[in-house]
DNA sequence: GATGAATGAGGTTTCATTCAT
DNA sequence: AATGAATGAAACCTCATTCAT
């Protein structure tokens, strides 16, 4: 929670401050992460930065709450929230679409999510406790493809939201990784969900 | 490299030094973590540290050279070898017991591992640029299984080598969350197996 | 000397900025003490602080005015002025019962005064060099007994002078450290009086 | 307590630093006083200092007991264990003069202590909630000269202890306030005796 | 006169690494 | 080879004061 100092700010100023705070922390793991640095880049006084946040801490909260909300505006909600038109698959489909557009345009941004998965102790202060948002929401999906009776009920929900959601990331590796891979967006998913519905698929 | 000096410690100080350096290298990212701690916790004078390592990197790269070794120690190599004898789902099938197995007796090092998987920075440091080794890995697995004739043509090799290495993520984290899940160990392969079988076998 | 538009301020406002800075020098060292602090509870923008004051040291120096003005009214200066009429210690009594009544009454105050008193640095600059003022009207009054007779003309002036400045200062303690004694006013008063009159008062 | 390394250095190192550290604090109040300036006129590094004490706050206690340590050497102490032998005014007036002449002999370190004693939230912070130490002391030197029947039972121990202890802040201030007195030390003392004797002794 | 954002010097503390014994 | 003290470059953060509206 930025001081409201920070959103009287002229929208031009906050923006380069924000776009400052993204180059920092996409190429320094938190504690690394110098607020000089950014200040500096951002073109503000150290003292200025201290009237807009809190601490270092209170930047990069603020931080993963616009990447999350800009993360979501990528889904077709439209779709998600009509589910019942859609198969499970469609649904799928659309959710590793969103996901590979979203990163796809902001890799820049990738870092900072993947190195917060990783610093624990901050992920923990961030979100609390509670469990793993991702595995949830697929736990979600899952659930509702068994209903329409698409899934081989064999198939343990658990384990394979797991999987689902692991596959997530390696979508995301993907891109980090860029240059590497010669198809173009719809091709991966597509190669992706062949392998994954042949996995889930009721068997007749 | 750790210096000569190193080597010709006991046996007995040189484990109490890894040992120490697991402990901090586990709990905290590498940049967070402390030599003096590493060294207090060894019950060695922070000068004898640098007797033994050019630096901090320097430890920390033969640490992870250290964990890789043990890790490949718990494939069954014999199967790999005789890999003729096997089919793709029972070499599959071995992979991933193996590695589950080494993750739930070493749980302490699987924060490791994972901290350096997203400091790019640092892990092009130590591997250099090249590629996902894991990945690789499951991309000859996959060639053989094709060569063997139980998968699916259409499927992409490359694609498919990624997700199975995302996979192994999501394995690793039903570990580290610990106590999330009631299966035991087998129970959690064969179910993900299950799903991946589907996903790639021939179809008839 | 606080600027003219401080004491062109409705008096409601003077005086809640007087209040708000009594508590922050009551409770805080003056270095240690927050213009922030004051200015936010006292409900007035950083800004207009400094269109008040010259600086911190101002207010401080205003306030130290105010309360120095605020302890004489409470000395019953009619009795001083007709100093002829009354003994020599009948005016010592009434002296320390003022002050003891004002501590009483402003305890909030006490601590400002004691804290100045210790910071010659500050204590000089607001004071200038000048000597220790309570010392000084002692002096003056132990010379009125003198001359009235009523005290033992052994005894020495000026180290008298101080001693009974040092006793005001542990009187104010007893108000300080709070409830730690169980006589009332005028008993604590009295029997700090009997000593001191049999200390100095003619031996016969 | 400052951390082993302090006390493994050599003395005139130790001293060199304790030097420096009581000529900041003579000149400053806690929170003005600068680490930094204390480790520039110790000739240490920055660094150094804080292989030696935890921080600032250490260092000032550590302080504070080695003054207090001092100040009891000046002390007969001899004549304390023996009081049976002396009169209770003959013991006061060892007292006041072993302050009188610890205070003379130290006078850069009066400032210290009298800082603190009006720093009360560090005060609380080094000797914790407990009560006024002097006043206690001289509450038992009152009630031991009580029990010889030296003093008149008329008297107020409570108040008068607290009386006492006001006086000997006032022979710290004659010194403080130096060359503006012309006695000699025994003058100065026997003169503040012999007002109190006469105040406290038994009437006959 | 009022506001509140902007500034930046300055302070404490941490820690990897080097040095001297 | 072992020790542990010495170093000093940063880093974060605070706050009195000035500025621009």
New binding site residues.
Partial sequence: MP???FF??PAQ?RERIIEAAIDEFATHPF?Q?????IAEQA??????????F????DLYKHLMELLVEKKLSYINSDMIKNKGKYSFFQLLREVYLSGFRFAKENQRLLPIGMMLANDKELYQEIYGEHEDRSAEFFRDLLEYGKEQGEIDPAIDMKVVAKLLTGMTFSLTDFIWEDGKLDLDDMEIIDKMLYFIENGLKKKE
């Avoid at 992460?33 to 640095?37: G, H, L, Q, S």
């Avoid at 809190?54 to 801490?57: A, G, L, S, Y």
């Fill in positions: 001081k409201p100092t009287n700010l100023k504690h992460a110098r607020v000089t640095a073109g503000i006084a150290m003292g200025s930065f201290y009237q807009y809190e601490d270092k801490k």
